[in-house]
């Protein structure tokens, strides 16, 4: 069974930096994926990025050239580090985990999920 505990949220003012960050356990030995989502108060569950076992990212446009996604496997962490956040990045960020090398922005390809940690950017 594949857990998965976020941390690392918080407020920041708009402009900020955050970094989140993903302990998974019960993970497979290789060959699976790692994918970050959000939900704004409202709203659906919005892919965010995405990490393939072999390092390769994937980044929504909204987010590109302003969030890294990264992992270190001897840890078994995923992160998210966010910079020059904007009011609109206000949102709950999710970990999620998914079977096979190649990573999917879609929420129903991933295996499990983990609770969530609030991210708050104040204007």
């Known amino acids: 069974q594949v857990q998965l505990v976020e941390s690392g949220g918080g407020l920041v003012q708009a402009g900020g930096s955050l970094r989140v960050s993903c302990a998974a356990s019960g993970l497979p030995f290789t060959g699976y994926s790692m994918g970050w989502f959000r939900q704004a108060p409202g709203k659906g569950r919005e892919f965010v990025s995405a990490i393939s076992w072999s390092g390769t990212t994937y980044y929504t446009d909204s987010v590109k050239g302003r969030f890294t996604i990264s992992r270190d496997n001897t840890k078994n962490t995923v992160y998210l580090q966010m910079n020059s956040l904007k009011s609109e990045d206000t949102a709950v960020y999710s970990c999620?985990?998914?079977?096979?090398?190649?990573?999917?922005?879609?929420?129903?390809?991933?295996?499990?999920w983990g609770q969530g940690t609030q991210v708050t950017v104040s204007s």
């Open positions: 999620a985990f998914k079977y096979g090398s190649t990573p999917s922005n879609l929420e129903r390809s991933y295996n499990y």
